[in-house]
């Protein structure tokens, strides 16, 4: 139950929804015209297809380049692995590899209609229901072990090496921690295709690679079990791979996933259509895994202001959950970013970071919020950012968040040492049950400067989202509405790979988790 | 001489009183804790106290305080020249605003075949690298950036286009010298259009270093570990410095 220490108007909330319906409509639109090589190599994956061939590329981009340089991907690779196989009697598996070498899908003959439809219906179902069986383990795991007290205890690895980043989260899992993030390697989000194996060399974090997920979660479920305490396990379903991310964490039991509608295009230059149609099939997968997502509003206050921008921050939230729940995600799964970054010279700067932090709960109270600690105001001062962690952690307890990464105060310096860890869930753990049910004693004045700094902010969305809603979310973006930054419509790395469906497109995963989701038919396989 | 020679100060004049934290790897127990006395009397302390010490079951964590050995000679340092502090993020920003009075403007891509644009994004991107801010979240830059495989052509096509101030050009890949040809290249397409002293020419690259670039007719180069603020602040010094001179 969210505490109402706030008095926010409800019909100013019911507008915003509104209009986030309207953005998300047109952008919904133009997602279901396309596919992309991403979504197509995503298939394969879930088809069952893995590693390299001997140079190294992944079969999954083997057999999607393939078809795509032949011109023939606007048909869906599913279709052709599923013609292949009909027409081979080998698996999916086996026809990549022979693809690895010369055999080449479209030069096949085309199978009976009933016969591909029959392998399709096959490997579908085999993966849906691996999807199934993991989400299945979770929530016993999650029922017998449990989990900690919200807010839940979020702290990154990032040594690069997934064995010490194992030794690394076991050790923080044992001091408190509920959620691991394994960061990933600098730049792996632009790169079109997810490396093989396990890995243990990385830039300020490690390669997302299967065989690193499976290692990962292997070893918090050991540390789990000696805890009594279910870890759950984070990674980012973010960048040009993001719907292959999403399929790998779904059958490797990942928890959560950081996966924004926007942060690719802004943070990472990747093309909006891309962006859009990854973001989307990304989160069907997620929603049918029954994985959390964590968005990443809290980036926009690293470039803009927090101050300035808050209300960005909470309409951005509106239009990430209106997205969301299109791909068929439920409110719990919705880990909402936003976070603690305000000027710590300003005067009354916690009163503002406490009115927007409860603004977003109560505006969101059926959504398990993520909520991110300062970093734009760290320095160098381990002893002042400890001090600025501990603020954070107060504001956090209070106003009921739910994800709560942990801030370090090495932040400013380096990926964190063990004992920064220690040291940063040690300062959590304080704060956060020595002010336990502090938020359930109290609420804020009526007239006071933390309901009006709320008013201002919520009144200050509605009109941001009324301008978005006339230009369009495209050219918002496109005029820096977020974040500062500024992407056109039609540049951004990853363009080429957007492929226009056939009206012969098929994609057996999208219409099948748009049944079990209860999507509208619009958004199945075929091209509306 | 006593003032010459400089130890830490606790709150007693030389008293050499420092504290540091570690970690070591092992499980806490009398082991970890003789380890840790004797590793800090190895550093220069004496009068070791570990005045904190926390199991984290397979490692140690401890406090220490101690008394410096050490102390720095003064007279025996090199004289260090008065060198002007680089900038910060906000100093480049009101430089700007205060010098220049307007954006300055930079384009960017990865030229020729170069695919690569890590080391491009590190400059330019929000994010930026080494937690130092890339060009596009300095508010007082206007940025471009065009990405991989750009053709000189085009890079200067788009200089013109908006008026650009500087170009970046990053370039990674250099088997067999590629990477030289190119950039000679792209100095003498823009001196044959006429755009060569108008425009600020910069070039990075694990390969590359101020003399390199020198040679082959850039304005400046940048090797590894350059930061944004370090391009940033050159850029803004250089618009300055020309406006200045009414270039």
Redesign the interface.
């Known amino acids: 139950m969210v505490n109402q220490l706030l008095q926010i108007d409800q019909k100013q909330v019911e507008r915003a929804r509104e209009l986030a319906v309207q953005i998300a409509r047109d952008i919904q639109r133009e997602i279901d015209e396309v596919t992309t090589v991403s979504i197509e190599r995503t298939v394969a994956r879930l088809f069952g297809i893995d590693g390299t061939n001997s140079e190294g590329v992944p079969l999954p981009n083997v057999v999607v380049d393939q078809v795509a340089a032949a011109g023939k991907l606007h048909r869906g690779i599913a279709f052709w692995l599923a013609n292949a196989v009909a027409a081979l009697g080998k698996t999916p598996q086996e026809v990549a590899e022979a693809c690895a070498g010369d055999l080449s899908l479209c030069s096949l003959e085309i199978q009976p209609p009933a016969r591909v439809e029959q392998v399709l219906a096959e490997y579908t179902q085999r993966a849906l229901e691996a999807i199934a069986r993991q989400r299945q383990t979770r929530e016993e795991l999650k029922a017998r072990l449990g989990t900690g007290p919200e807010p839940l205890k979020y702290v990154i690895v990032a040594s690069g090496n997934i064995f010490e980043d194992v030794?690394q989260a076991q050790?923080a899992a044992?001091?408190g921690a509920d959620i691991i993030a394994v960061i990933r390697t600098?730049?792996q989000s632009?790169l079109d295709y997810v490396p093989y194996g396990t890995t243990t060399e990385g830039f300020g974090g490690t390669y997302a690679t299967q065989a690193n997920f499976r290692l990962m979660r292997q070893a918090l479920d050991e540390v789990g079990e000696e805890l009594g305490r279910y870890i759950q396990l984070v990674n980012y379903c973010s960048g040009l791979c993001m719907p292959e991310i999403a399929a790998m964490g779904a059958l490797e039991r990942l928890d959560m996933m950081l996966n924004d509608a926007m942060y690719g295009i802004?943070?990472?230059?990747i093309n909006m259509d891309r962006t859009f149609a990854d973001q989307h099939f990304s989160r069907m997968i997620n929603a049918y895994a029954g994985i959390i997502i964590n968005t990443g509003e809290d980036n926009y206050l690293?470039?803009a202001d927090a101050y300035e921008q808050a209300h960005t921050v909470l309409a951005s939230n509106f239009i990430n959950e209106r997205l969301a729940l299109q791909a068929g995600l439920r409110p719990w799964q919705l880990g909402l970013g936003h976070a603690f970054e305000l000027d710590p010279k300003l005067p009354n700067g916690f009163l503002y970071e406490l009115a927007m932090a409860q603004t977003v709960r109560q505006i969101f109270p059926a959504s398990p919020l993520k909520y991110m600690p300062p970093t734009k105001y760290m320095t160098g001062d381990i002893f002042m950012g400890h001090v600025q962690n501990a603020m954070f952690n107060l504001a956090s307890v209070l106003t009921g968040q739910s994800i709560h990464l942990l801030g370090m105060l090495t932040e400013?310096i380096h990926t964190p040492?063990?004992?920064d860890r220690?040291l940063s869930l040690e300062n959590a753990k304080y704060v956060m049950e020595n002010a336990r049910d502090l938020g359930r004693e109290i609420t804020f004045k009526p007239d006071g400067l933390i309901q009006k700094r709320s008013e201002e902010i919520v009144a200050k969305t509605v009109a941001f989202l009324e301008e978005i809603a006339q230009l369009g979310l495209k050219r918002a973006i496109s005029q820096g509405y977020f974040?500062?930054?500024k992407r056109p419509p039609a540049g951004g790395?990853g363009r080429e790979g957007v492929v226009r469906k056939g009206i012969d497109y098929v994609n057996p995963f999208m219409e099948r988790l748009g049944r079990e989701l209860g999507l509208q038919a619009a958004e199945g396989g075929k091209r509306s | 001489m006593r003032e010459q020679l400089i130890r830490p100060y606790g709150d007693t004049w030389n008293d050499g009183r420092v504290q540091l934290s570690f970690t070591l790897p092992l499980p806490a127990g009398a082991q970890a804790q003789e380890a840790a006395r004797r590793l800090a009397s190895q550093m220069g302390l004496d009068d070791v106290q570990i005045v904190h010490s926390k199991d984290l079951r397979d490692f140690t964590f401890f406090i220490v305080y101690g008394s410096c050995r050490h102390s720095v000679d003064l007279t025996t340092l090199p004289a260090v020249p008065a060198a002007e502090p680089p900038m910060d993020f906000e100093e480049i920003n009101a430089f700007i605003a205060e010098k220049i009075g307007r954006k300055v403007v930079v384009v960017g891509a990865c030229t020729g075949t170069d695919a690569h644009t890590v080391g491009l994004d590190a400059i330019m991107n929000m994010k930026g690298y080494k937690g130092e801010y890339g060009l596009e979240r300095y508010p007082m830059f206007e940025t471009y950036n065009l990405g991989s495989q750009i053709p000189n052509e085009m890079l200067l096509q788009k200089a013109v286009e908006v008026q650009a101030d500087a170009v970046l050009v990053s370039q990674v890949v250099t088997q067999r010298n590629v990477h030289i040809q190119n950039l000679t290249e792209l100095v003498e397409l823009a001196e044959a259009e006429g755009l060569r002293p108008k425009l600020i020419m910069v070039v990075g690259g694990p390969r590359i270093d101020r003399i390199l670039a020198a040679e082959l007719g850039f304005d400046a180069g940048f090797g590894p570990g350059t930061t944004a603020r370090d391009v940033a602040g050159f850029l803004a010094k250089e618009v300055a410095r020309r406006l200045e001179r009414g270039e």
């Open positions: 030794k050790a044992r001091h600098t730049a632009l802004l943070f990472r230059d690293t470039t400013a040492y063990l004992s220690i974040a500062d930054i790395k």
